[in-house]
T-cell receptor
């Protein structure tokens, strides 16, 4: 149980286009989901906290107009990178916190590799 | 703000040996959770072990155990009888109790198990 999926797993796009990444909790409901960014050989950096039915909370330095987050249901959160540029190329990881869970667990998706040409 | 520090960027041991990964953290919170996550080459984050700060007993999960020193704000991970499949990046993480359940990660330690 406690599986989180991400789609797509890998995407290449042209500079200036927008890309949407989906994060789904497959066998549990998640009121809260998190979006992370990981550059090569670096740690995970939290970008934003996504709350079902409300606006996302962005970390300092993350452009909310560039990284649009929508958490429309208890099993789906989406991250849209708008007007992507090469510097947005990175590995994006989501995690989901079960609505009914213990120990403040977070379950991670397999990640999405974004390459902007 | 909380910070997590992993001072060992890379470590390498032989298969079957025991290895200890270091982690220190800084917080003014009294109640919190600590985690070790493993990220293998697939890049899927896997929870290895967790510790509640209010528990004095060190957590263990099969070959994985921690040495939690609350006063020293230290949380090291010991891997016994290391296996080739343990090769991965290991991240120490902190989460304060309540609130937004945010995880704060350390820089990571790249562990290589050699045959």
């Amino acid at each position: 149980g406690a599986v989180v999926s991400q789609h797509p797993s890998w995407v290449i796009c042209k500079s200036g286009t927008s890309v949407k990444i989906e994060c789904r909790s497959l066998d549990f409901q998640a009121t809260t989901m998190f979006w992370y960014r990981q550059f090569p050989k670096q740690s995970l950096m939290l970008m934003a906290t996504s709350n079902e039915g409300s606006k996302a909370t962005y970390e300092q330095g993350v452009e909310k107009d560039k990284f649009l987050i929508n958490h429309a249901s208890l099993t789906l959160s989406t991250l849209t990178v708008t007007s992507a540029h090469p510097e947005d190329s990175s590995f994006y990881i989501c995690s989901a916190s079960p609505t009914r869970g213990t120990y403040n667990e977070q379950f991670f998706g397999p990640g999405t590799r974004l390459t902007v040409l | 703000a909380q910070t997590v520090t992993q001072s060992q960027p890379e470590m390498s041991v032989q298969e079957a040996e025991t290895v200890t990964l270091s982690c220190t953290y800084d917080t003014s919170e009294s109640n919190y959770y600590l985690f070790w996550y493993k990220q293998p080459p697939s890049r899927q984050m896997i929870l290895v072990i967790r510790q509640e700060a209010y528990k004095q007993q060190n957590a263990t999960e099969n070959r994985f155990s921690v040495n939690f020193q609350k006063a020293a704000k230290s949380f090291s991970l010991k891997i016994s009888d290391s296996q080739l499949g343990d090769t991965a990046m290991y991240f120490c993480a902190f989460m304060k109790e309540g609130g937004a359940q945010k995880l704060v990660f350390g820089q990571g330690t790249r562990l290589t198990i050699n045959p």
